[in-house]
């Protein structure tokens, strides 16, 4: 079975600089890899996904992933934060089986930018 | 084209009784997925429906159940509530079950359910 850990619920960073928010997964083989926010009271978007080919997936709002398999990592960053970049942040996963099919979500990582 | 509707929005109960959550999906899509979201807990995968069958099930009680109509609107009941129950519940929906084809799920803003 698949599992996500998101290293650090909380994340704060400054207006303008770097966001890293950690995701590492667990799999027997090379899973699909998601990325979705949720803003206040709101359900979930989805930012970004790894399927297959290129490791580097852009996302919206600038967000990127980079998939690297020897680290079972699947790590979100923006180069530059904005207020309304404020959320909370899930890394999910799912198995590439047929009948293995269901989203495993991580428990998120809320994402605080300092003015 | 309307989004993922949840009702209630909010939901108050006392432990012991049962609750019913309605999830209407975006028009034509025909999945519809349930978490129920808890701080620490994250998301955890309650069922999928696709076609008014259940295609998948986490780890919940019998309690917890769901049904789909012909109409791909989707609710599911929780029977005997206990404080520990109190969460958002998500509802999402793709036009075909997300793991055929990895499109993304359309979530709904949820219900947020307190037990008291």
């Known amino acids: 079975a698949q599992s996500v850990t998101q290293l650090g619920s909380h994340v704060s960073v400054s207006e303008g600089a770097l966001v890293l928010l950690r995701c590492n997964y667990s799999?027997?083989?090379?899973?699909?890899l998601f990325w979705y926010v949720q803003y206040p009271n709101q359900g979930l978007q989805l930012l970004l996904k790894?399927?297959?080919?290129?490791?580097l997936v852009k996302g919206i709002n600038g967000f990127e992933a980079e998939f690297k398999k020897s680290e079972t990592s699947f790590h979100l960053t923006k180069p530059s934060a904005h207020m309304s970049d404020a959320a909370e942040y899930f890394c999910?996963?799912?198995?590439?089986?047929?009948?293995?099919?269901?989203?495993?979500f991580g428990t998120g990582t809320r994402l605080t930018i300092i003015p | 084209k309307a989004g993922v509707t949840q009702t209630p929005r909010y939901l108050i109960k006392t432990r012991g009784q049962q609750v019913t959550l309605s999830c209407s999906p975006i028009?034509?899509?025909?999945?519809v997925s349930w978490y129920q979201q808890t701080p620490g807990q994250g998301l955890q995968f309650l069922f999928e429906?696709?076609?008014?069958?259940?295609?998948n099930k986490g780890n919940f009680p019998g309690r917890f159940s769901g049904r789909q109509f012909s109409n791909s609107r989707s609710e599911m009941n929780v029977s005997t509530l206990e404080l520990g129950d109190s969460a958002l519940y998500l509802c999402?929906?793709?036009?075909?079950?997300?793991?055929?084809?990895?499109?993304?799920?359309?979530f709904g803003s949820g219900t947020q359910l307190s037990v008291l």
């Open positions: 429906y696709f076609s008014e069958t259940q295609r």
């Open positions: 028009s034509g899509h025909r999945s």
């Open positions: 790894y399927t297959t080919g290129a490791t």
């Open positions: 999402a929906s793709s036009l075909v079950p997300g793991g055929l084809t990895n499109e993304k799920l359309f």
């Open positions: 999910a996963v799912r198995g590439p089986n047929f009948g293995n099919e269901k989203l495993t």
């Open positions: 799999s027997s083989v090379p899973p699909y």
